[in-house]
């Protein structure tokens, strides 16, 4: 069942692609150049690319990117945003790439919908030697009072266990490459993160959170009443309401480098 539940909330995210791709934030560029830093070359394959928010950082950055994306909706809004970018339709489990093709492997807020038992074998395979492995993702600033908050109202469905700067660590630390199968040998896991920040105001804060995946899955009255909940409380807040205000994020980024 759990697994089922699993799978439900990886591909719910097609059906908010548009609300995705004009709400969720990028990345920070520091948080990339760090993930970055090892790699070999600069090509670079976006897995899980979503709407492409990992993707237009890298582009910026000036890195080569092909993006691997398995939900239609989702890889239509990524071709219409970023023309110019490679964009297949695959997985993590199946990557449409020949091996040793890419310098490497990225993913921003997806590897934990991976099953890394078929796909770490599949990164390591289009990992040329000495390539690198990266998680990233946008998670709040809970350190700061109201975000504290803000999660504690909203509930796990809506800002879940990885979503939290004090959570997110302990939530990530084991999704690095599992045995490859290839013989290969990976480094150490490394874990930093950065600051960034979303412009936001109540309502847009509110579309933001209402991408997220379980909210997507919940039936419509349900999820109604938990966005008019933290619409409720960000509408109470001095920091949030009547005006635009900066949403304190940190990207985090889990690393790892083939030997």
Known sequence: MERDARRREASSFGAAAVA????RPDYAPAAVRWALEHAPGPRVLDLGAG????TGTLVALGAAVIAVE???AMLAELRRGLPAVRALPGSAEAIPLPDSSVDAVLAGN???WFDLDVAGPEMARVLSPGGTLAGLWNVLDD???WVDALERTSGDAAIGP????SSWRAATARLHLPDSGRNAVFGTPEQAEFPHGQRRTVDSLVATIAT???????????REAVLGR???????RPETTGREFTLPLLTGVLRVRQL
């Not at 995705?20 to 709400?23: C, G, N, S, T, V």
């Open 70 to 72: 398995p939900d239609p």
């Open 51 to 54: 709407t492409g928010k990992l």
């Open 230 to 236: 933290i619409r409720a409380f960000l509408a109470s």
């Open 20 to 23: 995705y791709a004009e709400h």
């Open 143 to 145: 350190r700061v009072a």
């Open 212 to 222: 997220r995946a379980g909210l997507l899955v919940m039936a419509d009255d349900a």
């Open 162 to 165: 990885r979503d939290t700067l």
């Open 110 to 112: 997806a590897m934990h």
